[in-house]
């Protein structure tokens, strides 16, 4: 039998690739959403994809100890926790303090109490490039210092604190993944990005622009210290991402600490707004217009990663290029106009 993993916000746009990744490993999950920023539908296409596997789904919210009780005990014992639930817009965190450190890290240390009724003491925890700040130098390695300058980045510095606190307290075994900009969506255009209302994020907002679901795309701001002004991202394939979990899992149940561990999750080559939008249009001949609009709150000029830890450690390297990223990303767009809510 599979290792048993309880993935929380397994839903969302990351947890959604992640399960599917991890049941076709032979993986049993359990994953516990409250589909606050998610479809169950996505989970019904991700079972569908992986065909017969063990996927449960229990419907709660993280921060209530009831509900994560629930999820342990679907099964004798959890191996494994991933842990995904949150919310994670910047602006919004900005609007909305106390709901992101309620959600964010109050979920987080309920997580972790239920963890230890339950005797399980082994997480991948979804940390964020934002836990940098605006640094100065590039690449960004593990071991400068987390200097975050929005309440999301707060809220996640926050909880690598309390995990290493918990390393500090007792044998727990802890990754925590600082993820760069994950876009793109399984090939088959079953499972994608769907988020609610106006995209937050570049990669949706320039799909649904393609899709003719909105007229044009907004930048915020070309006046940043970049080469043509637009921020600077490090965008990775999100099916690449969802591989790093099942890698660092196997790594937390075989190796020794110390712990925790942190890694970057990136590719190392930053791309502006500007270089993704003429790749879009290179990869699918539509072409994206757009707005320049003032900067958001919250937003840094450059964010690039130093992979280098990552792969050492884990032996986890990005497969997929811009192109596969566009091209999934779009097909997923194309099929699912509406997101889950279109149905199938
Ligand atoms: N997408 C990114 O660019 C990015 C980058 C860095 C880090 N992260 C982090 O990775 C994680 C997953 O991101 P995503 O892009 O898949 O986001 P997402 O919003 O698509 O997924 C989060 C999931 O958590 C669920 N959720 C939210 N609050 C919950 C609660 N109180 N109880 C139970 N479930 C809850 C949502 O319904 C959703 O299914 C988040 O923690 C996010 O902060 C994301």
Not at 294 to 300: F, K, P, T
Request: with cysteine.
């Amino acid at each position: 039998m599979g290792r048993r993993v309880l993935i929380t916000g397994g839903a969302g746009f990351i947890g959604s690739h992640t399960c599917l990744v991890l049941l076709e490993q032979g993986y049993e999950l359990i994953v516990l959403d409250n589909f606050d920023n998610s479809s169950p539908e996505a989970l019904h296409r991700v079972q569908e994809l992986a065909g017969s596997k063990q996927l449960a789904v229990v419907k709660g919210d993280v921060r209530n100890p009831d509900d994560l009780d629930r999820a342990f005990q679907t099964v004798d014992q959890v191996d494994g926790v991933i842990h995904f639930a949150g919310l994670k817009a910047v602006g919004e965190s900005v609007a909305e303090p106390l709901r992101y450190w309620d959600v964010n890290v109050n979920g987080s240390r309920v997580l972790a109490a239920a963890m230890e009724r339950h005797d399980c003491r082994t997480i991948v925890f979804s940390s964020t490039s934002t836990a940098y700040g605006e640094p100065e130098t590039f690449p960004l390695r593990e071991d400068m210092a987390t200097a975050p300058v929005h309440p999301y980045a707060q809220t996640k510095v926050a909880v690598e604190q309390l995990l290493t606190a918990l390393c500090s307290s007792g044998p727990w075994r802890v990754a925590t993944l600082r993820y760069f900009n994950p876009v793109g969506a399984h090939p088959s255009g079953r499972i994608g990005e769907d988020p609610l209302g106006i995209p937050n994020n570049l990669f949706p907002f320039i799909t649904q622009v393609a899709a003719g679901r909105r007229e044009r795309l907004n930048v915020f701001g070309q006046d940043y210290p970049t080469p043509d002004g637009t921020g600077i991202r490090d965008y990775l394939h999100v099916m690449d991402l969802a591989d790093a979990h099942g890698v660092a899992l196997e790594h937390l149940w075989e190796q020794e600490p110390p712990y925790p561990l942190t890694l970057n999750i990136g590719t190392g080559r930053g791309l502006s707004v500007l270089e993704v939008v003429k790749g879009f249009e290179a990869s699918t001949g539509i072409s994206i217009p757009y707005d320049v609009v003032e900067r958001r709150a919250g937003d840094v000029p450059r964010l690039e990663a130093c992979p280098q830890k990552a792969k050492e450690i884990l032996g986890w390297s990005p497969r997929r290029g811009l192109a596969e990223m566009c091209r999934d990303g779009w097909t997923w767009q194309q099929a699912n106009p509406m997101g889950y809510r279109g149905g199938t």
